[in-house]
């Protein structure tokens, strides 16, 4: 259940919508959580438009965009990293229809510590977590 946010100038983006559609879809996708309404409904991506002057690199230019993934300890294993780094670069990208930005955007991955997840005001393990996920799967088969 991913939470995604994407940082980058006010403007970059035509479709802010479309964009935190695809970008939690394909986190979704590339994690291979069942397709159940528990990680549907809680996989997320916000779309932040910054005023152009709050970003920079040391050369002073602020064309690039930050994609930032949490996702909960373990998630991703080496294959699943490389995935989502390449995939969300290229969505960015092809968003802001500006194929370059594609060297301009810097994706990183971070987890959430054991027990740091929180849904429904709970924070939840791992284990807990799966145990809800089995828990609607079975719901779901009846």
Do not use: C
């Not at 990680?39 to 230019?61: E, I, K, W």
Request: proline residues 4%; glycine residues 6%; charged residues 20%.
């Amino acid at each position: 259940m991913p939470m995604i946010d994407a940082y980058a100038a006010a403007g970059t983006f035509a479709d802010k919508h479309q964009l935190a559609v695809d970008l939690a879809t394909v986190v979704m996708t590339i994690e291979k959580v069942p397709d159940i309404p528990m990680f549907r409904q809680n996989t997320a991506a916000f779309v932040h438009d910054l005023p152009a002057d709050s970003l920079s690199n040391v050369d002073g230019d602020s064309n690039y965009v930050r994609v930032q993934v949490l996702t909960n300890s373990g998630a991703l294993d080496r294959e699943k990293q490389l995935a989502v780094v390449r995939k969300l670069t290229d969505i960015v990208a092809a968003a802001a229809g500006d194929p370059g930005l594609a060297d301009r955007t810097w994706v990183l991955l971070t987890e959430a510590p054991e027990g740091g997840w929180g849904l429904s005001g709970h924070a939840n393990t791992n284990a807990e977590l799966v145990a809800a996920a089995r828990a609607q799967i079975a719901e779901l088969s009846r």
